[in-house]
């Protein structure tokens, strides 16, 4: 079992990265420019995020939503996506990354698409 890692979609407010990462600075939160990945479609995110263990952290509600239920409906495995609406606050929404962190293994996210914050 391991910790959940997360990993930044090219849309994700930065105060949400910087955020948890300054209340916990053994997250590994990562964001997809910072590896020179911003550029990728939704569906290839989402690859990437299954080859490197990172669960995906997106306001893409619509589109990436939809690519996360096709690659689950033909089998594929997706590592975990969370999905976060624009408008809603930041802290809460730091709060859950947190909750998810330290309660959880990153296994548990296999498969599953959720929206934050709890």
């Known amino acids: 079992m ?5 990993l930044a979609d090219q849309d994700l407010n930065d105060a949400i990265v910087r955020g948890t990462t300054r209340q916990e600075p053994a997250i590994e939160f990562v964001r ?19 080859r490197e263990r990172w669960i995906v952290v997106s306001h893409d509600v619509n589109t990436m939503t939809a690519a996360a239920s096709a690659m ?24 859950s990354l ?5 309660a959880s293994e990153a296994e548990e996210w296999v498969g599953l698409i959720e929206h934050l914050p709890f």
């Not at 997809?32 to 299954?50: K, N, T």
């Open 2 to 6: 391991s910790r959940p890692r997360f």
């Open 32 to 50: 997809l420019r910072d590896l020179g990945l911003e550029e990728l479609p939704d569906e290839q995110v989402l690859q990437y995020a299954v």
């Open 72 to 95: 689950l409906n033909t089998g594929e495995t997706m590592h975990g996506l969370l999905l976060v609406h624009q408008r809603n606050p930041i802290a809460p929404t730091i709060d």
């Open 98 to 102: 947190l909750l998810i962190w330290t």
